[in-house]
């Protein structure tokens, strides 16, 4: 930061003293609550974390210094701010694997190309295209995913995993409201950067965190976030 827009003392003064008043208003607002979910808890909490992290930059801008404060980030999305009645959809979803048994994949990956040329369309073999279906694989995880990924949908994929030599890591699953469908070819350049967390109708996440949080019996959680609308 120039020294032209460097905040002055009393800045970061009056900032100290906003995070002062949010602190009462998050202690009242909790000595009042009406229950475990009460809104009015929620915003003060926010309002209280946007105080000190407002604190905390004019802080360090001004003296170089910061405070021993660190404010735990939300997994709750932000309250629904998209339409009423959504006349288009986004279904947004990721799947994080891990390869675990190369050699199966490689295996099986084979075997599809060996039972369908066309699945080995447009992999390249060892790093080179144009080499057969009895060689598009070889020892090559990457050529062994192209196989794959391209020949089986992402829901069977999942459903079938171990098969395939891969483990399954976290996954998500946000369903957004937009205001009108996309124009084709419109957002495939960057198919996640418009996505906007106020937007979404609802959520499913699945990780082995809320395994251990609640007990090995819920191997098959899903936990739903709907927004407030």
Not at 123 to 141: C, I, K, R
Request: contains cysteine.
């Amino acid at each position: 930061m120039s020294d032209a827009a460097q905040p002055s003392a009393a800045e970061v003064r009056a900032a100290a003293e906003a995070v002062k008043a949010a602190l009462d208003r998050h202690l009242d607002a909790v000595e009042r609550r009406s229950g475990q979910d009460d809104p009015a808890v929620y915003a003060a909490f926010d309002e209280l974390a946007a105080a000190a992290e407002a604190y905390d930059e004019l802080l360090y801008d001004t003296y170089d210094e910061v405070t021993p404060f660190e404010i735990p980030g939300s997994d709750v999305l932000p309250s629904y701010a998209g339409p009423e009645e959504p006349s288009a959809l986004s279904v947004l979803i990721r799947r994080d694997y891990t390869v675990v048994e190369p050699q199966r994949l490689l295996h099986q990956a084979q075997r599809i190309a060996d039972l369908d040329p066309d699945a080995a369309d447009g992999v390249p073999a060892n790093g080179s295209a144009g080499a057969g279906a009895g060689g598009v694989v070889g020892n090559s995880v990457h050529a062994a995913l192209g196989v794959l990924f391209g020949e089986f949908e992402p829901d069977e994929i999942a459903s079938r995993h171990k098969e395939f030599g891969l483990e399954e890591g976290d996954s998500t699953l946000w369903v957004a409201a937009a205001d009108d469908p996309a124009e084709p070819g419109e957002w495939l350049s960057a198919p996640f950067d418009q996505a906007d967390p106020q937007r979404v109708v609802c959520r499913f996440d699945v990780s082995s965190v809320f395994d251990e949080e609640l007990g090995e019996d819920d191997d098959d959680l899903i936990e739903v976030l709907d927004q407030d609308r």
